[in-house]
């Protein structure tokens, strides 16, 4: 997708901290990081959200879900937070679809 940051990380021409690569995922840290480890899962087919994504490519959708398991692991954490923001009033502001994982000190509940 023109114009798609996160499609340009996939593809390389935007770079990125890349902490996961497979043919259906990248997973990179957040320039903007919310806590000591703060990833972004995303798929590497352009989705504008995740809901967009379950629909349209669910073994995607599972394989985003996997690799948060998988960058949680690597970082060393075992309770951290996987956060799909959908749409502007959820606090989207990529229209690519990604979790955030998050993790490495206390959360608080319910986010703001
Ligand atoms: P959203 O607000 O859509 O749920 O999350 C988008 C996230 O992408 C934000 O946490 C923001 O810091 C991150 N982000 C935006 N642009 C870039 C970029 O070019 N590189 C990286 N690594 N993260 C980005
Ligand atoms: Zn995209």
């Not at 935007?14 to 919310?34: C, G, K, S, W």
């Not at 599972?62 to 060393?76: H, I, N, P």
């Not at 951290?80 to 955030?100: D, K, L």
Request: charged fraction near 10%; hydrophobic fraction near 45%.
């Amino acid at each position: 997708m023109p114009d798609c940051i996160f499609c340009s990380i996939v593809s390389g021409d935007i770079p990125a901290n890349i902490v996961l690569r497979t043919p259906e995922v990248v997973a990179f840290t957040d320039l903007n990081p919310q806590a000591p480890t703060h990833i972004l899962v995303i798929p590497t087919e352009h989705h504008e959200n995740a809901a967009a994504l379950a629909q349209d490519n669910p073994a995607q959708a599972a394989a985003v879900l996997a690799a948060t398991q998988k960058v949680a692991a690597e970082a060393g954490l075992t309770d951290y937070r996987t956060v799909f923001n959908t749409g502007p009033e959820a606090g989207q502001s990529v229209f690519h679809a990604h979790a955030h994982v998050i993790g490495g000190r206390n959360l608080g509940w319910p986010p703001g």
